[in-house]
C-alpha cells in the first residue's frame, strides 16, 4: 500500500497557542515530520507576491497559496520518511478574516469560501487531520500582552474583531473541514494539556508511536534566542517586522538547521547558507528513506 502521511492542521484565533504549539511538535518530532509555518504574505517575493497591498489582496494570496500547498500535499505526504505533515493555519485563517473584518476592501467572506469550495477543497488530500484551537476574546489579550508590539499587528487585538473570529471557528469552520475537527479550548490549558489532546488525534487517526513521542517529550516552555547563524539572514529577510519572535532554538532538521519563528523560519543548509525554510519551494530537504 502506498505512503501517505496525514496532515494535521492547527487553526484557530490569535493567542489560542497554535504556533506554540507547533514549535512543540517540531521539537519532539524532528526529521519524521515535515511542517509548514503560519503564510507570511511579507516573505513573498516576485510572482508569488501579493497581486496588491490591500486586506483583499493579500487575502486573494493566502487563499492561493492554500491552493499551491494543497497540491503539493500529494508529493509531500508520500515522502516515505515523513510520518506527518504538520500545518500552522490553512484556509480557515483566510475565511476567517474576511468573515470576522469590517475593512471595506477586504475580499467578501462569500467569494473567499466560493474560492475555497470550487478551487481548493477539491485538491485537498484525504489524509487532512484538523485541530481548531480556541480562546476567549479576554484570554487571547492577555497572553499577547494587550497592546501590539508593532502597528501593523494591531488589528489583531481589536475586541470586536476577536469575537467575530471566536464565533466564526466555534460555529462556522468546523462545517469547511474536510473531516470533523477535533475542538480544543485552550482557555486555561496549560501546554502539556493541548499537546496531549493532539497526541489523542493522531492516535485516533493511527498514529499511535507518533503520538507516544509527543507525550513523552521533555520540551521547554521558554522563549529561545535568535542563533547567531541567522543573525543576518533574519535582518536580511525583514527581522522582527517579518518574523516576529524565535519559538524554537536552532535544531538539526533532516541534515540541516533551523530555527522557527512566531511568523515564519529560517533554514541553513550544510554548505551554511541559510534561507527562508518553505516546504513548498524547497521539498528536496528530505529525510533519507
Known amino acids: 500500500m502506498e505512503h501517505r502521511a496525514p496532515v494535521l492542521v492547527l487553526d484557530g484565533p ?3 497557542g497554535k504556533t506554540s504549539l507547533l514549535a512543540r511538535m517540531v521539537l519532539a518530532l524532528g526529521d519524521e515530520a515535515m511542517w509548514f509555518t503560519e503564510p507570511n ?16 489582496g493579500h487575502t486573494l494570496w493566502f487563499l492561493r497559496h492554500e491552493l499551491a500547498k494543497a497540491r503539493a500535499m500529494g508529493n509531500l505526504t508520500a515522502d516515505p520518511a515523513t510520518s506527518l505533515l504538520i500545518s500552522d493555519r490553512n484556509q480557515l485563517g483566510a475565511l476567517a478574516y474576511c468573515y470576522a473584518t469590517r475593512a471595506e476592501d477586504s475580499l467578501p467572506y462569500l467569494t473567499a469560501r466560493d474560492f475555497y469550495a470550487r478551487r481548493i477543497a477539491p485538491e485537498l488530500p484525504e489524509t487532512v487531520l484538523t485541530a481548531i484551537l480556541l480562546v476567549s476574546p479576554d484570554q487571547s489579550l492577555n497572553r499577547r500582552g494587550r497592546v501590539a ?14 469575537e467575530r473570529l471566536h464565533t466564526f471557528y466555534r460555529e462556522i469552520a468546523p462545517t469547511l473541514c474536510p473531516t470533523p475537527p477535533a475542538i480544543i479550548n485552550t482557555d486555561g490549558a496549560t501546554p502539556e494539556t493541548v499537546l496531549a489532546q493532539v497526541a489523542g488525534v493522531l492516535a485516533d487517526a493511527g498514529l499511535d508511536e507518533t503520538a507516544r513521542r509527543l507525550t513523552a517529550a521533555n520540551v521547554s516552555n521558554a522563549r529561545p534566542p535568535l542563533a547567531d547563524e541567522f543573525t543576518d539572514a533574519y535582518t536580511e529577510l525583514g527581522g522582527l517586522e517579518a ?3 524565535p519559538f ?3 535544531i538539526p532538521y533532516r541534515g540541516s538547521t533551523v530555527q522557527l519563528c512566531q511568523l515564519g523560519a529560517l533554514h541553513r543548509d550544510p554548505s551554511g547558507e541559510a534561507r527562508l525554510w518553505d516546504p513548498l519551494t ?8
Do not use: C, M, N, Y
Not at 504574505?41 to 483583499?56: F, N, Y
Open 14 to 16: 490569535p493567542g489560542a
Open 41 to 56: 504574505a511579507r516573505l513573498a517575493t516576485g510572482l508569488a507576491a501579493p497581486v496588491h497591498p490591500s486586506p483583499a
Open 149 to 162: 508590539e508593532l502597528p501593523r499587528w494591531k488589528q489583531w487585538f481589536d475586541t470586536g474583531l476577536l
Open 243 to 245: 518574523f516576529g519572535h
Open 248 to 250: 524554537t532554538p536552532s
Open 282 to 289: 524547497a521539498p528536496a530537504i528530505r529525510r533519507a528513506a
